[in-house]
Each structure stands twice: as structure tokens, then as C-alpha cells.
């Protein structure tokens, strides 16, 4: 299956490495919903006598669900206790730090062809300290963003859950084609502006201008879409009977999908700020 969200595009190969084992994810004899067991097939035992294969438990959409509350959860906590205990005058290096490892793990979770639990929680952690830094940074500059923020961003997922659920919005192929080529725009543009930022070149994407604006609304409304390539993604893998451990991958991509929201939020509303 191809798959159009570059954090989940791992789902269908993990299918098809899964059925290259020997998991199928229909019942006995074709049946749906349970793991296939195969007339005379089996593991030997100490006995020498054949034992029914390992079954797999399945994901389900329930899964997803609480391991994305899960990871939220964690990275709420992260951010709460990384703005209480960090100093101000260590902000801005906790925050570029958190940056890179917790960008140096996301790709390795991206690009990891097993689902690691282990590697998920880590990122969530990392990324509640990034969150919690970005946070205060722009709270001490502007009372009440963070809260207006998160309202705005969980908002938009909800909104987003419910055209998808609705079948207002589709992840066509079209659809699929077009955000990967606009997702990927976007990551180059905005790394070729973080280089020219650290030697002093100003490209007028993130000073607060019109350009800036209407980058960050881009940025906004293609972060929105990018969730219903998550819930595409997510229901294609309940579909096909995925392992249930994928489930941690699924929810790593509406977490990330999430955070990137919020930022983009969070810059954007500091541009219609006045000065305090």
C-alpha cells in the first residue's frame, strides 16, 4: 500500500513484512478479525508434536486513541515540569537542544523499521521539553498565548477528525500526491530559512511581515491536512489487521502532526500581538 504521511509511511511495509513471516490478519480458513491458523501448520515442541502457530493481536482504532492520549499526556507533563524547573537564562538552550535530539529521534523512529515504544515515550519527553521551553519563551513576551494556542490547535484536530469521519475531506490520490509534494516544499524552505537565519539573512518568513503571515497561514493549513493523512493512514491499518504495536507508530504521527500545529499556531497569533 502506498502511503502518503512520511511519519506513517512505514504501516503498509510493516503489512507486508508481517505476512512475509507468516501473520495474516483474517481468521481461520479466511475469516476476518482473527489471526490466520493454517490446517496442519505449527512450531515443533519438546514433545515432537506440532504446536498452533504464535497469533498477533491486531490494532484497533481504540489503540491509537490511547496511545495518542498517552503521548500527549506525557508531553504536557514534560513541558509543565521543563517551564517550572529550567531557569530562564537556560531557555534558550534547553530549547535548541530539545530541538536537535528530539528531531535526531524522530527520524530514527521515521525511518526505523520496527515500532519501539521505548523510542515513542523518549520522543515525547524531548519534545514536551521543546514545547515547554517554546512556550514560555512567547508566554513571557505575550500573557495568554500558550492557553489560546492550545485551544486553537486541539480545535483544529477535532475539526479535522470530524470532515474526515464525515468524508468531507479524502485522502484521494490526488489528494495523497499533492500534500507529499507540498509537505516536502515546505521542510525545504523551511530549513534553507533556518541556515540563512543562523548568518544574519533575514528572508522575511518569521519577522512578524505579510510574507510572514501568509507563510505561517501555508504552514497552519497544511499541518491541518496533514491529519487526515494520519486518520487515512490509521484506519488503512486497522483495515489491513496490523500488528498492535503499530499503534505506537500511528500515534507518533498525529503527535507530531500536533506539535508542529501548535507551533505554527503559537508564531502566528504572536505576529497580532501589541507590544507590551
Known amino acids: 500500500m502506498k502511503t502518503s504521511n512520511p511519519v506513517l509511511a512505514r504501516l503498509g511495509q510493516a503489512a507486508e513484512r508481517e505476512r512475509a513471516t507468516g501473520y495474516a490478519p483474517t481468521g481461520p480458513y479466511g475469516q476476518p478479525g482473527h ?32 496511545k495518542t492520549v498517552l503521548l500527549l499526556a506525557i508531553t504536557g507533563a514534560s513541558a509543565a515540569a ?40 523518549a520522543y515525547a519527553l524531548v519534545e514536551g521539553v521543546f514545547v515547554g521551553m ?23 484536530f477535532f475539526l479535522m477528525a470530524i470532515l474526515y469521519k464525515a468524508r468531507v475531506v479524502r485522502a484521494t490520490p490526488k489528494f495523497v500526491r499533492g500534500m507529499i509534494a507540498v509537505m516536502v516544499g515546505l521542510f ?15 528572508t522575511g518568513l518569521r519577522d512578524g511581515s505579510p510574507l510572514a503571515i501568509g507563510f505561517s497561514l501555508v504552514c497552519i493549513v497544511v499541518a491541518s491536512l496533514s491529519f487526515i493523512l494520519s ?20 500515534a507518533f504521527g498525529i503527535l507530531v ?7 505554527e499556531i503559537l508564531r502566528l497569533l504572536s505576529y497580532f500581538q501589541g507590544d507590551d
Open 35 to 66: 489471526p490466520q491458523q493454517y490446517p496442519g501448520a505449527g512450531y515443533p515442541t519438546a514433545a515432537g508434536y506440532p504446536a498452533a502457530p504464535p497469533t498477533v493481536t491486531p490494532m484497533s482504532l481504540d489503540d491509537v486513541v490511547v
Open 82 to 121: 521543563a517551564w517550572v524547573l529550567v531557569p530562564d537564562v537556560f531557555v534558550g538552550v534547553a530549547w535548541i537542544g530539545a530541538a536537535i535530539v528530539g528531531l535526531a529521534l524522530g527520524l530514527i523512529i521515521s525511518f526505523s523499521r520496527m515500532a519501539n515504544p521505548a523510542l515513542v515515550v
Open 134 to 156: 517554546v512556550s514560555k519563551a512567547f508566554e513571557s513576551l505575550y500573557d495568554g498565548i500558550v492557553l489560546q494556542a492550545v485551544t486553537a490547535t486541539f480545535g483544529v
Open 188 to 202: 525545504a524552505v523551511m530549513l534553507i530559512n533556518l541556515v540563512l537565519a543562523l548568518f544574519g539573512i533575514n
Open 231 to 250: 486518520f487515512h493512514e490509521v484506519e488503512e491499518g486497522v483495515r489491513m489487521g496490523l500488528p498492535q504495536r503499530y499503534s505506537w507508530v500511528a
Open 257 to 263: 502532526s500536533l506539535i508542529w500545529l501548535y507551533i
